[in-house]
T-cell receptor, first 114, second 116 residues
């Protein structure tokens, strides 16, 4: 079955510390991969995306993610977290055949300590 | 580019009434639009996929008679929640895609529905 797992429901980091949010997927082929951020009561903002090519993807707000095919992972990283990064983060898989759709992970809520 | 709008952003209605939510692609023609539902502190769940001029395809467990979707043009899709009840209260998000080249979806800002 196609699925996306974000193992960490909540993560708390101190401002200035590094961050890594995990995302693993189950899909029969190489999917398209996305990370979105959502502030309370707001819509989704795209942080970065992977379609093909270089497996290290740079995004907005200093975020990057690395696609590791062997691990079926697409972890999101940021070297130094800012208080404004506190939000909900969603990993999503875009299917590449059949019915085209996105499958979202359950989300990781990031809290940043001053 | 690739802007998607939703209207209204918030709506409060009485139980038993119907509510219509519009989703528009402002600067591109969307071959396919999607409707998602998000419960508080939960992820997005795909409700249905709609193609212009065709009937929507609903995900398993979504009542097609409760959630009516119309995709009358390449820039507009509507979701009508019929005979709304408090359990229909949720955050509804639409997205749109041109299909090419990667079926990338562009998301609207969402509509908060509260049914009293």
């Amino acid at each position: 079955a196609q699925s996306v797992t974000q193992p960490d429901i909540h993560i708390t980091v101190s401002e200035g510390a590094s961050l890594e949010l995990r995302c693993n997927y189950s899909y029969g082929a190489t999917p398209y991969l996305f990370w979105y951020v959502q502030s309370p009561g707001q819509g989704l903002q795209l942080l970065l995306k992977y379609f093909s090519g270089d497996t290290l993807v740079q995004g907005i707000k200093g975020f990057e993610a690395e696609f590791k095919r062997s691990q079926s992972s697409f972890n999101l990283r940021k070297p130094s977290v800012h208080w404004s990064d506190a939000a909900e983060y969603f990993c999503a898989v875009g299917t590449t055949s059949g019915t085209y759709k996105y499958i979202f992970g359950t989300g990781t809520r990031l809290k940043v300590l001053a | 580019g690739a802007v998607v709008s939703q209207h209204p952003s918030r709506v409060i209605c009485k139980s038993g009434t119907s509510v219509k939510i519009e989703c528009r692609s402002l600067d591109f023609q969307a071959t396919t639009m999607f409707w998602y539902r998000q419960f508080p502190k939960k992820s997005l769940m795909l409700m249905a996929t709609s193609n212009e001029g065709s009937k929507a395809t609903y995900e398993q467990g979504v009542e097609k008679d409760k959630f009516l979707i119309n995709h009358a043009s390449l820039t507009l899709s509507t979701l009508t929640v019929t005979s709304a009840h408090p359990e229909d209260s949720s955050f509804y998000i639409c997205s749109a895609t041109t299909g090419s080249p990667y079926n990338e979806q562009f998301f609207g800002p969402g509509t908060r529905l509260t049914v009293l």
